[in-house]
């Protein structure tokens, strides 16, 4: 499937126009707030982009994404309260921590197929996340206070929140342009392939596992560094970063805004915490319009709202 | 004779109480068609997926090219030159047909842990592929969707696939199923234009096409070889007719 329909890149560059230009609304209107949940939001989106790799592109139902978000949090969380506050030391180790883990767990994971996949990636989380709320140094449960963001020295100053909003979004502008490459390059048909049919792409000579395992370790990076980046909006980590009802989330990002479509995550990380925002502005139980809002989306808008907005359809 | 490029000695695959291959035996030389036939249950699809790397045999031997590929995964087995279309079709649907040769044309030409570029614009890999579906074909539907495509398009689809990747023996699991009369004489005059260029293991029960292409055929009942041999030579077996193209019926049998 190619991304490349006007409509598409129409929609697109209208997303990343409103991006850009929102903090200046937000300063014209007086509404700091908004500031707030964009950068949140497009920190999600990283998250989500990534698991739209494995899922929408590579097939791969992972529900334990959010974990990735825990270990980059956790890495930048860790290394700040031992004082390391240089994010030239904290944002690398926090990709190579979450390479690591997404090696380790995708390694194991990609051995099993369908539901046993959705099961063994859920148990990995839910091991790591026990594991953070056991470390009492680093606030077990209640989690812990980051006091100092990560440190790049002049320009780049990420307590001036208008600042840090735009390094989100460049690095979700350049996450997305490496999803694009990666996706029509070679390695990209492959994985696609494999998500289409896994038996078709061994009888004509791929070694899948090997693809969708780079494809799986490639997604848990590019989330660890969501993960760095939202330790540092929080100024505060928490075993609840990676509880797997967060991984639920990305999983509902991603179906929300089209699975398999470049800019579908964004969308989705859009509406999903744009609604939760707005919802439970109105009533406390939210979750009670939102629930059906989802199944809603999810029965007749198969291509999420990236479809409808772009009049496709994914069969 | 030339040496045998596939070479099958004493396969016996058990399931249960159930011998699905019988100690079955069976050479197909480079550049032949050779047919298996045999009524339903003879374990052709069985043989098939034994000789594709699906399922292991109990004992026995399968050598390709003169060497032992019994134990060998499928995509190492592809990557020899042993190429096979499904029974049931198996193409990537949400690419269009030229996306899928060109997938084929790609699984042969190295690792994929090539990151940057764009592979539906490298001529590498869509010159062969256009080519391929050119031979099936299908060169005027390259960029449709394979999903639009129909049933006997879908089979040309898989053939042009199959093709792609270079085979030496080329393994047809029923490639006429479901087709009309009509779009199974065409697929025959494309299997005929592969005769020499590389072997091809046809199972088949479309008999008019078997008897119109095959230089030799196996025949085989409850897992065992009954006979071998030219068209002629199995047409005139005894136990060929008793057992399974019946009696009565002379000359080239029809359906079975």
Redesign the interface.
């Known amino acids: ?2 991304d490349t329909s006007l409509g598409q890149m129409l929609v697109a560059a209208a997303i990343l126009l409103v991006l850009a230009l929102l903090p200046i609304y937000a300063a014209v209107a007086a509404q700091p707030f908004y500031l707030t949940l964009f950068t949140r939001i497009v920190i999600l989106a990283i998250a989500a982009a990534s698991l739209n790799l494995i899922l929408g592109y590579g097939g791969m139902v992972s529900f334990g994404h959010a974990v990735y978000i825990g270990i980059g949090g956790y890495t930048v969380g860790i290394l700040a309260h031992y004082g390391i506050n240089d994010g030239y030391i904290q944002w690398p180790l926090a990709l190579a921590i979450s390479a690591l883990a997404a090696l380790v767990i995708g390694a194991l994971s990609l051995r099993t197929r369908g539901v046993y996949f959705i099961m063994i990636t859920l148990a990995f989380s839910q091991m790591i996340f026990y594991v953070a709320a056991g470390l009492d140094e680093f606030g077990g449960d209640d989690g812990l206070t980051i006091y100092s963001r990560s440190q790049f020295g002049p320009p780049v100053d990420l307590n001036n929140k208008t600042a840090f909003y735009y390094i989100c979004l460049v690095v979700l502008v350049l996450c997305l342009g490496i999803t694009w ?2 996706v ?7 994985l ?2 494999s998500r ?2 896994d ?10 596992y090997r ?1 969708r395992l ?1 494809g799986f370790v490639i997604a848990g990076t590019m989330c660890g560094l969501a993960g760095a980046l939202l330790a540092n909006h929080t100024d505060f980590i928490s075993p609840a970063m990676m509880h797997w009802t967060r991984s639920g989330d990305l999983i509902f990002m991603v179906i929300l805004g089209g699975m398999g479509s470049l800019f579908g995550p964004v969308v989705g990380a859009i509406a999903y915490l744009m609604l939760e925002e707005l919802l439970s502005r109105v009533t406390e139980y939210w979750q009670i319009i939102f629930g059906p809002l989802l199944i809603l989306v999810v029965l007749f808008a198969k291509g999420g709202i990236g479809g409808l907005l772009t009049g496709q359809r ?2 | 004779m030339a040496e045998p490029l596939l070479q099958v000695e004493g396969l016996v695959k058990r399931f249960g109480g159930i011998v699905a291959t019988d100690q079955l035996s069976l050479e197909v030389r480079p550049g032949e068609v050779h047919a298996i036939i045999g009524p339903n249950g003879a374990g052709k699809t069985t043989l098939i997926a034994q000789l ?1 790397g699906e399922i292991r045999p109990d004992s026995g031997h399968v050598r390709f090219l003169g060497r032992d590929i019994t134990r060998l ?3 190492r087995r ?2 020899l030159g042993l ?2 279309s ?1 029974q049931i079709t ?6 269009t047909a030229l ?1 899928n040769v ?3 044309v ?3 030409a190295g690792h ?9 614009r ?1 001529s590498e ?1 869509r010159q062969p592929a256009l080519a391929a579906l050119t031979q099936v074909g299908l060169g005027a539907r390259a960029g449709d969707p394979a ?1 639009s495509l129909s049933h006997g398009e879908h089979r040309q689809l898989e053939i042009a ?2 093709l792609a ?1 270079r085979p030496k023996m080329l393994l047809l699991d029923e490639p006429m199923a479901g087709m009309g009369p009509e779009e199974s004489s065409r697929l025959v005059e494309i299997l005929r234009g592969f005769k020499g260029s590389f072997a091809t293991l046809l199972v088949e029960h479309d008999m008019e096409a078997v008897f119109a292409l095959a230089d030799r055929i196996t025949v085989l009942v409850y897992g065992r070889v009954i006979a071998t041999g030219t068209p002629d030579q199995v047409r005139e077996n005894a136990e060929v007719r008793q057992a399974y193209l019946g009696e009565e019926q002379r000359g080239a049998p029809s359906h079975g």
């Open positions: 499937m190619k490459r990666l029509n390059s070679r390695f990209g048909m492959a696609q392939g289409s049919n038996r078709r792409m061994r009888a004509i000579g791929f070694a899948t693809y780079v994914r069969g | 594709t995964p499928m995509h592809s990557r190429a096979r499904f198996s193409i990537f649907a949400d690419f996306d060109a997938l084929a790609q699984a042969q994929s842990f090539r990151f940057w570029r764009d592979a539906r490298e890999l999903s696939m199959a990747t």
